[in-house]
Each structure stands twice: as structure tokens, then as C-alpha cells.
């Protein structure tokens, strides 16, 4: 795992935090196994997978909520398992915002400082400047419950930073906020990180909001680390099945490889053969939607990759349509087409023959 | 999952919560009890106090073995061969038995009613309900015999609406006992049952009635068999305290059969027989234990199981 | 979003309450009435209050029962709530068993049961009765309530405020103490009320825990009840009942008054 584990590295030295070799069973539950990962100066990075792939249960291991049951967290280069939690430097922003409903909205942006025993006026400095980061400079003295959700979540954002940790951590900050609000708090909330250079460490299950929001992702899968790497490489070169269908949407055809090609049920397709891979090993082809190209001719290139159905099932979404395409073997294949025309009308319907093709270069073949 | 466990600072405060409570409860609870026990085995005595044998601590061993040698089960050969003892546990019985059918019966439709009826009214409905409970109980009992007195209220009222002629001797009876029980027990009928009522989702019955269902037959399908966690909270935490009540068939009671809390206090109080009374309290709670048992882990898992 | 709500409901609720609350009103009325024989209406009269007044053995008993009540209702309350703290928080603890069964049971325990039970205590420890044995006997007692209580709030407490606390560097015992007490101090103080009033009730465990010179309440309203309806009674178990009624629609106002201001902040925040 440690070659997965430093791929895609950015920042170069000794990094900020690392994961090594943790485990964490809760009785005979696994939670968490063999995690391997570094996590490097000022990066923002997302922890992405399903419910119950052990993303929050991490988290929660790095704020000290959680103890491995194996392996060694090192922040600075220090073994941090046996620090308990208020004594970390490192904060947390909790899905549920879990703001003190008994405290204004300054005394809980304060209330990190107080157990620092500041002194009053530094501490009425630091809260004016964190109301101002998050755009609410006159909201001190409010009550938590008179504050909207997007108006919650910002102060819990600025409890969380106010002392400064070396590193911030997000739990899922924003499932409870609706879908416009949410885009536009993503893009402030990459602002802000850029602004602070504080290294950001985000759990999601959404896998749009890790990609926009994220430096780099560790996808999780069963407790276990499937593939970290940046956004565009994880939907570009997935290396496996379950994190190419995790990630956006994917077709995939099994197959044999072959010499720079993969043979399969549908005939023979050119594409990259991915190094150590052997003569007659089985793989996948993976094909993203919108890299493919629907024709009602064949189309002529040497290069070109191409196959014939009919069209099956069509749904239009607005900004493109989703065809679903039959083969000859009866299997379903996705094709995005964007909707260009200011009609909008459909180019294909249903049951027309068509004709799908995409260079070689837009394949990538799995090997599991 | 607790934090506290693994973090050497913690342990000891920690520790102190549940050691105070505990040691509390241990000594002022538990012990209590191993002590009736003893002395239901022990023989009465003229003495301060009236019971042999006492413990000699002081002689250690021997003093054990001669202190075991000296119990006795006389006590409870008495119970079992006494018509009086058989008669007061089997009346107790009785009147928690049919007590608890008719604060069912009375109950359910209540719980049920505030349940259905507009959510804004419902908390204060409740609050009407625990009300009484929070005046004392004595007083609650003691404004029956207002009522049901020989020339009280109730006999004031039929006779003039020449339901009767004579006045009715409602004070001292069965009735009067189980008026004052079912009075007195109601809110602890009517809140667990309204508690599991409330929780009734009101889209299965909908559910239910788009499915072809008759409203009646909703109510038997759906709504009862939803309710009995309720229902069995409602009915152990009335017909276990009512098996061992001592104020209500004393003050409403007639003099003729005794509850066994009675015969309890009568024995303790009047006769001054320690050792029958603690035998006695011993029985009752055997009687008892398997419905307490049943109640702690109804209790439990509603308190503990809800997470 | 109408709840159907029959005849049959509403006629239930109001014939529920109706028999749960004739008798008080019955009781409060016969207390100004002029005239000795429940039958006979001898006017509005405040004469058996008077009689009260000067009723020296009643309001000895009534002090002994107000000081019983409030000392072993705030043992309870500490008592009770480190029980709860204990059954929610420290997970599978050895004995827990045996400390949530002590913990339940005196809930349902027939009263005459754990009075004679304590009273033998008492006498095997050798121990003078009176006020220390009745309030003992009464925390006993009562601490379950306060445990049911505040047990219950503690399990629907979001855990996250306490992390959240820890996480920005408050200690585990002052995050309980500035994050937790304070989150649950109206259950707490709801406990405290119960106790209290059970307490002020209780006859057969304070007749059984009593001693020379530590007559409650209810023991010297009972003795007087036992020889049959007195005016005098009714007038004590009116001042009673206007207590409780007063308490409860002071803090049922307080929590309304709460509530009113939430919304009201809630609305605001809207706009």
C-alpha cells in the first residue's frame, strides 16, 4: 500500500501528518484496516468513500475521538495516538455543527481561545477578525438557534479555526445544507484555505464536492485505502473497477489483453496496455460518457475505436442527454451528448441504429 | 466507546459517579433486604429487638454456626398454614388483577383520545393528566371519603334523584378499594400508553385504510399490537404497587379481609411480630418478582434501547 | 394533515378528566364550607383555616415534612444523577446488573416492602429514628426518579458538543461541567421538583422510619383521616394542592416563556 499511499504526493519534505498502518476494530467489526497515507503542508485533501467505508471513523481517530487499534498517526513527525483530544492541535468541525446552544454565537467562537486562558481583549480581537473572515461581523452577540443552517455552519467554520490548528478537520460540513447553498459554500470554503494556508482534511460521501473542493482524494473502500491521488487522475485512471464506477459514471467491457489492444466479446479494441500487464490476463475497458462519439454511420479513421446498437433508453438532463446504447451482446453502453442544438431537440430516438467510437487514448484498461 | 475507560486522569472522578450511587444503593437498598431475610428466619421474641437469634459478631465462627443453627422457617410454615395470610394474598391479587382491567379500560380510550386530538393541545393535556399526581396521594384518596361517606356526596346525590332510598354503604367495600385504586393509578396508566400512542405514525394508519382496511379493524391490526410496549409498561406499573398498597384499602377498605399490605402493617404495627412481618414482605416479593423483572427490562430497554 | 378526531376521543379525554379532577375540586370547595357535615352547604367560611392556624402539632408536622423533603430531594438529585451519568456513560461497567436492577426496582417496590426493609436496617445499625432515618429512607427512595429523568436526557444528548468541547481543548471534567451540566440542568431540576413532591407524600415509608418527635405531614394528616372526614383536613390538603398548582403553572410559564422567545428568534432568523 505505501507506493499508493505517496502517489500523487505534491508536497515534497517530510509530510505534514501520516497514517501508518492503522487499524480499528469496533468488537468484530473491522472500521478500519492496514491505512497507510501522508497528508502534506497545507494541502486540502478529501477522505471520499460510501457510508461505512471507515472515512469518519478516521476522522474521528485523528481528532482523538477514536483509538487505532493498530499503527501510529504522526503529526510533525510525533506519535499523537496517546494525546488525548483536548490537547491535540488539530480541530474539528462536526457534521451536526454541534454549537453550544447555551452560549451567543461569540462565546462559542471564543470558547477555544477561553481554554488557552487568553486574555480578554486578544481574544475579543480574534473573534471580531474570524466574524469577519466568515462574513458575519455583526452576528456575535445572536443566539446559535436565531442563525439560519448556512449561517451556522459558517460559525462553526470559525470556531474551528480560531485557534489555528495545524490541521482543520471537516466532517461532512456540508450535508445539511441544500444543493445551491452548498456549491457556493465549496467555493468559499477553497477561498478560505487558500487564504489561511491551513491544511484542510475534508470527509465526504459526495464524490462531485470531494472533486471540485479537494487538492487531492483518498477514495476508501471497506475500511481500506482503494486509490489516493488528484481529482482529474482518480476520473481519468482509476485503478480499479470499483473506484472507476464509484467515481462518475463508467461502462465497463470484459475482456483479454492483448498486443496494445483488448479482445473481448465485441471485438477487438486498440487502447494503452497498463505496464506488468500479461498476454490473456482478463481486463476491463473502461469507457467514460462523454468521451464517446454516436454517429448514425460508421465512422471512418484509422485509429477509431467503434461499435454498432441501437438505442435503447434516452434521458435528457438539461445541459445533456444520457443515451443507453444495446450491443450486440445484449449489454447496455452510456453515452453523454451534450445538448448543443437551441432546440434541444433529440438527434437519435429510440431503437435507431447507431454508432459508438472513441480514440484509443480514451479507454483505460483495469486489471481488477 | 467511553472515553473516560482509557485515560488514567479520568478514572477517578469516573469512578466516584458510579461508586457513590452504587455504595448508596448497596447499603441503604440491597442490604435492607438480606437483613428481612434473616429475620424472616428468626423466632419473636420479648427483647429489644423482638427477634432472636441476633448475630454475635464478636464470636466469629462459632457465633455464625450457632446463628445459623437458630433459624427457622417457622415463619413461613405459618404463612402457608394461616387461612388469614392465604386470604390477604390472594384478595391483594385479586384487586390488583381486576384494578389494573379497569384502568386498562379506562386508560386506553384516554391515552388514545389525547393522542388523536390536535398536536398543540396534546402537552397540555398531559399536563392535566400528571397533575394530579403531583398532589399527594393521601389527599387524592382522602377526597373519596368525602364522596363516598355514608352521608357523603355520592349516597346525597342518588337519593335525590331517587336512584336509591337508603343510603349505600360504599365506604368500607370492595368497591370504595377499587375506586380508590383506579383513581389513584390512572396517570400511570394513561401516560406510557399515550407515550407509545403518540409515537403511532399516523401515514401507516392512512396506509392501512388505502389498503381496503375497515377503521375498527385498523385499530386491532395496526394501532393495538404498535401500542403493547405501552400497554405492558401501563399495566406492571400499576398491578405491582397495587399488590403491596397499604394507604387505599385502609382508608376506603372495609375491616372484613385485609390486603397483604395490611396484614403486613398490622402485623409489624399491632403485634408487633417482626419476624411474620418480614416473612410476609419476603413471600410478596417473591409474588412480585417475576412482574418487577418483566418491568426492569421493559424499563431498560426503552431507556437503554432507544439510542 | 387533519388528524381525524372522533366524538368518541374527545368524549374519553373529557370524562378522563373529569373523574381526575371532580374529587379535588369537590375536596377544595367543602373546605369553605361553613358548616361540619359534608351534606350540608353552611355557607363560604374561612373557619377551618382558622382552626389550622392554631393547629401547632399540624404545622410542626408540615415544617418536618418541607425540611425532609427539600434535604433528602437534593441528596436524591446528586445521588440520582451520578447514577445516570453512570448507567449512559461508562458503558459495561462490572456489576452493572446488580446497579441498574437497585437502580429500577425501587420504582415499582411496594412501598411497605422497602419501609420495613430500611426501618430493620435502621434498627440492626442501631441507629435513633427520626428526621436523619426519614430522609435517608426518602432519598433512597426517590433517587430513581431522578435517575429515569435525567437518564433519559442524557441519552437523546447530542455527544458531538461534548467532542467539539474536548476537540477545542476543554478538559473531559470541564467539558462536563461548562458543556453537559448546564444542557441538562432543566431535567435535573425537574428531578429535584419530583423528589421533592414525593417526598411531601410519602406516609408508609416515613410511619415505618419515623421516630420520636419526627411527625410528617402526611402521618399526622393520616392519623386524623383514619377517625374520619374533618373539615380541617380539607382545608390543609387545599393549601397543598394550591402549592402544587401555583409551582406548576409558575414553571410551565417560564418554559412557555422560553419557548416564545425560541420561535420568536427562529422567525428572525428567517428574514
Not at chain 1, 446504447?325 to 453502453?333: F, G, K, N, P, T
Not at chain 2, 433459624?71 to 387461612?83: E, H, I, K, R, V
Not at chain 2, 395496526?222 to 400499576?238: D, E, Y
Not at chain 3, 437497585?102 to 422497602?114: D, F, G, Q, R
Request: proline share 5%.
Amino acid at each position: 500500500m505505501a507506493d499508493a499511499a505517496t502517489q500523487g504526493q505534491t508536497a515534497g519534505d517530510t509530510p505534514l501528518l501520516r497514517f501508518e498502518g492503522i487499524g480499528k476494530r469496533f468488537g468484530p467489526v473491522v472500521a478500519v484496516e492496514a491505512f497507510t497515507l501522508d497528508i502534506g503542508q497545507g494541502e486540502f485533501f478529501a477522505l471520499l468513500g460510501p457510508s461505512g467505508c471507515g472515512k469518519t471513523t478516521l476522522l474521528r481517530m485523528l481528532a482523538g475521538f477514536e483509538t487505532p487499534s493498530e499503527g501510529r498517526i504522526l503529526l510533525d513527525g510525533d506519535d499523537i495516538v496517546a494525546v488525548p483530544p483536548h490537547r491535540r492541535p488539530v480541530n474539528m468541525m462536526f457534521q451536526s455543527y454541534a454549537l453550544f446552544p447555551h452560549l451567543s454565537v461569540a462565546g462559542n467562537i471564543a470558547f477555544g481561545l477561553r481554554q488557552e486562558k487568553a486574555g480578554k481583549a486578544e481574544i475579543a480581537e480574534r473573534v471580531t477578525e474570524m466574524l469577519a473572515l466568515v462574513r458575519m461581523p455583526d452576528f456575535g452577540r445572536r443566539r446559535v438557534d436565531q442563525l439560519s443552517g448556512g449561517q451556522r455552519q459558517r460559525v462553526a467554520l470559525a470556531r474551528a479555526l480560531i485557534k489555528r490548528p495545524r490541521v482543520l478537520l471537516l466532517d461532512e460540513p456540508m450535508a445539511a445544507l441544500d444543493k445551491k447553498l452548498r456549491a457556493e459554500t465549496q467555493f468559499e470554503l477553497m477561498e478560505l484555505q487558500r487564504k489561511l494556508g491551513t491544511t484542510f482534511v475534508i470527509v465526504t460521501h459526495d464524490q462531485d464536492e470531494a472533486m471540485i473542493v479537494a487538492d487531492r482524494i483518498a477514495v476508501m473502500e471497506h475500511g481500506r485505502l482503494a486509490q489516493v491521488a488528484a481529482p482529474s487522475e482518480i476520473y481519468e485512471r482509476p485503478n480499479s473497477r470499483w473506484v472507476a464506477d464509484f467515481i462518475g459514471e463508467v461502462t465497463l467491457i470484459e475482456g483479454m489483453l492483448a498486443d496494445g489492444a483488448i479482445e473481448t466479446g465485441l471485438g477487438r479494441f486498440r487502447a494503452a496496455i497498463p505496464s506488468g500487464g500479461k498476454k490473456r490476463d482478463t481486463a476491463w475497458l473502461a469507457l467514460r460518457p462523454e468521451k464517446l462519439r454516436i454517429d448514425a454511420q460508421r465512422p471512418t479513421g484509422g485509429e477509431l475505436n467503434a461499435v454498432a446498437g441501437t438505442v435503447f433508453e434516452i434521458g435528457y438532463r438539461g445541459d445533456m442527454s444520457i443515451y443507453k446504447v444495446r450491443l450486440a451482446d445484449r449489454s447496455l453502453m452510456k453515452v453523454a451528448l451534450a445538448n448543443t442544438s437551441a432546440r434541444g431537440q433529440a438527434s437519435f430516438g429510440i431503437d435507431d441504429l447507431v454508432w459508438l467510437s472513441w480514440p484509443p487514448e480514451a479507454g483505460w484498461v483495469l486489471t481488477r | 466507546m467511553s472515553m473516560g475507560a482509557k485515560k488514567g486522569r479520568r478514572l477517578g472522578s469516573t469512578r466516584l459517579v458510579l461508586l457513590i450511587p452504587y455504595l448508596w444503593l448497596a447499603l441503604f437498598f440491597l442490604a435492607p433486604f438480606l437483613i428481612v431475610l434473616k429475620i424472616s428466619l428468626s423466632q419473636t421474641a420479648i427483647a429489644q429487638p423482638p427477634y432472636v437469634p441476633a448475630l454475635d459478631w464478636v464470636a466469629g465462627w462459632a457465633g455464625l454456626r450457632d446463628f445459623v443453627a437458630a433459624l427457622s422457617t417457622d415463619n413461613y410454615a405459618l404463612l402457608g398454614s394461616d387461612w388469614l395470610y392465604l386470604v390477604s394474598y390472594l384478595k391483594s391479587l385479586q384487586v390488583a388483577a381486576v384494578s389494573t382491567a379497569i384502568l386498562l379500560m379506562i386508560g386506553y380510550p384516554i391515552a388514545y383520545g389525547i393522542a388523536r386530538l390536535p398536536r398543540r393541545l396534546q402537552p397540555i393535556l398531559v399536563m392535566l393528566v400528571i397533575l394530579p399526581f403531583w398532589t399527594s396521594f393521601l389527599i387524592r384518596v382522602y377526597a373519596w371519603i368525602n364522596i363516598l361517606q355514608r352521608d357523603g356526596l355520592l349516597n346525597d346525590v342518588l337519593m335525590r334523584l331517587r336512584v336509591v332510598d337508603q343510603p349505600v354503604a360504599w365506604l368500607s367495600s370492595d368497591a370504595a378499594i377499587y375506586i380508590g385504586m383506579v383513581y389513584s393509578y390512572l396517570p400511570f396508566m394513561v401516560l406510557p400508553l399515550y407515550a407509545t400512542l403518540e409515537k403511532v405514525d399516523e401515514t401507516l394508519l392512512e396506509a392501512a385504510a388505502d389498503l381496503g382496511c375497515p377503521r375498527w379493524k385498523t385499530f386491532w391490526l395496526v394501532t393495538l399490537p404498535l401500542s403493547l410496549p405501552g400497554l405492558a409498561a401501563g399495566a406492571l406499573l400499576c398491578f405491582i404497587p397495587i399488590t403491596g398498597e397499604f394507604v387505599i384499602p385502609d382508608l376506603l377498605g372495609g375491616s372484613d379481609s385485609m390486603m397483604i399490605g395490611q396484614t403486613l402493617w398490622m402485623e409489624f404495627f399491632a403485634n408487633k411480630d417482626w419476624p411474620v412481618a418480614s416473612a410476609i414482605a419476603v413471600a410478596l416479593l417473591g409474588l412480585l418478582l417475576v412482574p418487577m423483572l418483566f418491568y426492569e427490562r421493559l424499563q431498560q430497554r426503552s431507556l437503554e434501547g432507544g439510542r | 394533515m387533519g388528524r381525524k378526531t372522533s366524538a368518541f376521543n374527545v368524549v374519553s379525554v373529557a370524562l378522563g378528566l373529569a373523574f381526575l379532577y371532580l374529587p379535588i375540586v369537590i375536596l377544595v370547595i367543602y373546605s369553605f364550607n361553613g358548616s361540619r357535615l359534608v351534606t350540608v352547604w353552611g355557607g363560604w367560611s374561612l373557619t377551618w383555616y382558622r382552626a389550622l392556624l392554631s393547629d401547632r402539632a399540624m404545622i410542626d408536622a408540615a415544617w418536618a415534612s418541607l425540611r425532609i423533603a427539600a434535604l433528602s430531594a437534593s441528596a436524591a438529585t446528586v445521588l440520582g444523577t451520578c447514577a445516570a451519568i453512570a448507567l449512559t456513560r461508562m458503558g459495561r461497567f462490572r456489576g452493572r446488573l446488580l446497579f441498574s436492577g437497585m437502580v429500577y426496582a425501587p420504582l415499582v417496590m411496594p412501598e411497605v416492602i422497602t419501609g420495613l426493609s430500611v426501618l430493620l436496617l435502621f434498627v440492626a445499625l442501631d441507629v435513633d429514628r427520626g428526621f436523619w432515618t426519614i430522609s435517608i429512607a426518602h432519598t433512597t427512595l426517590t433517587l430513581c426518579f431522578v435517575t429515569v429523568i435525567v437518564q433519559s436526557r442524557l441519552i437523546s444528548f447530542d455527544r458531538s458538543l461534548e467532542e467539539a468541547a474536548m476537540d477545542l481543548g476543554c478538559p473531559p471534567l470541564k467539558t462536563f461541567l461548562t458543556i453537559t451540566l448546564p444542557l441538562i440542568a432543566p431535567a435535573i431540576a425537574a428531578g429535584w421538583m419530583l423528589a421533592f413532591s414525593l417526598s411531601l407524600d410519602d406516609l408508609v415509608i416515613a410511619s415505618f422510619t419515623t421516630g420520636p418527635g419526627a411527625t410528617t405531614l402526611p402521618i399526622r394528616i393520616y392519623s386524623e383521616v383514619r377517625l374520619g372526614v374533618k373539615p380541617e383536613i380539607n382545608a390543609v390538603c387545599t393549601i397543598m394542592i394550591a402549592i402544587v398548582a401555583l409551582g406548576t403553572v409558575a414553571s410551565s410559564l417560564l418554559a412557555k416563556r422560553g419557548a416564545m422567545r425560541r420561535e420568536r428568534a427562529a422567525l428572525s432568523a428567517q428574514m
